[in-house]
């Protein structure tokens, strides 16, 4: 009998996209909002990165980019995190703003490195960051499905 395994997991791990970060067309190459970026056709809208690290970078990268850097707290979660995706920017703001012990209305580019980290763990764990398992199909075929 062929062994069959399915890798059960959230979006973000697998795309190793903490940030669950869109791509975007440009010059006929992708890139998300921090720079070149690998895409997966059959992965939607969302940019693929070769390692956690690559994807934690560029969420770096773009929070510290020209498009957010310059943003509050509030603004900038306003723009991560429309309302028209079906997201809380708000509440999303208030986690952040208190994980830092900083006001909404804190501009992205006054944070250090370390709070930019702390931002990022809470933009990991907001979108939804859980490591999948990985599942024998043929010893347990109801969980494959």
Known sequence: MKKCYYFRTKRSPAH????????????????????????NSLRGRFAVFASEQEGREALRTMLR???????????????????????NPGQYART???AIKKPL???????????????????????GWKVGQIIDCNANPSKCK
């Open 16 to 39: 190793n996209n903490i940030g669950n970060i869109n791509y975007e067309l440009k010059d006929s190459r992708v890139i998300g909002h921090g720079g070149p970026k690998k895409k």
């Open 105 to 127: 209305t804190t501009r992205l580019s006054s944070l250090s490195d370390a709070e930019l980290d702390v931002v990022i763990n809470q933009i990991r764990k907001k979108e």
């Open 96 to 98: 952040i703003a208190n």
């Open 65 to 87: 980019g020209p498009g957010y850097g310059s943003l509050t707290i509030s603004q900038a979660m306003n723009k991560y995190a429309p309302p028209s995706d079906g997201n």
